[in-house]
């Protein structure tokens, strides 16, 4: 007799009939390696086809992974830790600087310490001040009825293209020199209120002013957060 590796029931067929465990699992090679990286890319339900359906509808896309569909794309939490990752890769690559991101580094403290951190590592960055935007995208929506946590996978799908963005305008200046990156933030600000403005209400104009406003106070509330924790470790020191 056969029996399940994952959950030890007896097999009678090609997988177990409780949890879909194969009976027996194949060798990792190069086909195995190679059907990996497919899958990852595929148009399908891949990195690409999630670009894409992003980039053209933001907000019902997200929409119908939440409440109908979370097998066509790249889970959200995966898809900003790419979508970061290609953005460090180039900008280590191209030795783009992040010049939409201004701070006073002259003053010696821990706030300063934790912006250049952020300034380095900002994909890390973007899913921290997702809590706060979620946050206010969750006050000011609220009549929507969507919870916390659903509202931060929107703003991971939606960072996510952002990510994306400031990569294609940061390869832009690396390769040309000109400073293009500042753009690309604009770009990131007006794609994350037309998506999370989408994701509402599509035909209501309150529904971007309200997503502008929520972004904005998540980046003013994420900066003032900075702030003090850097105040209280400075005092403590």
């Avoid at 699992?25 to 148009?43: A, H, P, W």
């Amino acid at each position: 007799m056969n029996f399940c590796l994952n959950c030890n029931t007896e097999i009678t067929q090609n997988y177990c009939q409780i949890c879909g465990n194969p009976k027996s699992l194949k060798r990792i090679d190069g086909k195995y390696i190679t059907t990996e990286i497919s899958s990852v890319l595929n148009f399908d339900k891949g990195i690409f086809y999630t670009i894409k359906e992003l980039i053209i509808k933001p907000g019902s896309t997200v929409r119908k992974f939440i409440l109908e569909d979370r097998n066509r794309l790249v889970k959200p939490i995966i898809f900003i830790i790419i979508s970061s990752l290609i953005y460090s890769v180039l900008r280590q690559f191209l030795k783009f600087e992040d010049d939409y991101i201004y701070f006073d580094d002259s003053i010696k403290s821990t706030s300063s310490s934790i912006f250049i951190w952020i300034t380095n590592n900002y994909g890390y960055g973007n899913l921290i001040m997702g809590l706060f935007i979620a946050l206010w995208v969750k006050i000011l929506f609220r009549k929507y009825g969507y919870n916390y946590y659903e509202i931060l996978i929107l703003l991971c799908f939606i960072m996510g293209i952002g990510m994306i963005i400031l990569a294609a305008f940061g390869t832009i200046e690396g390769l040309t020199e000109l400073k293009t990156l500042q753009y690309g933030g604009l770009l990131f600000i007006i794609y994350s209120t037309w998506g999370i403005g989408q994701f509402f209400n599509s035909k209501k104009v309150s529904s971007y002013i309200k997503a502008f406003v929520s972004y904005l106070l998540g980046m003013i509330t994420f900066t003032i957060g900075i702030l003090i924790i850097g105040k209280i470790i400075d005092l403590m020191i």
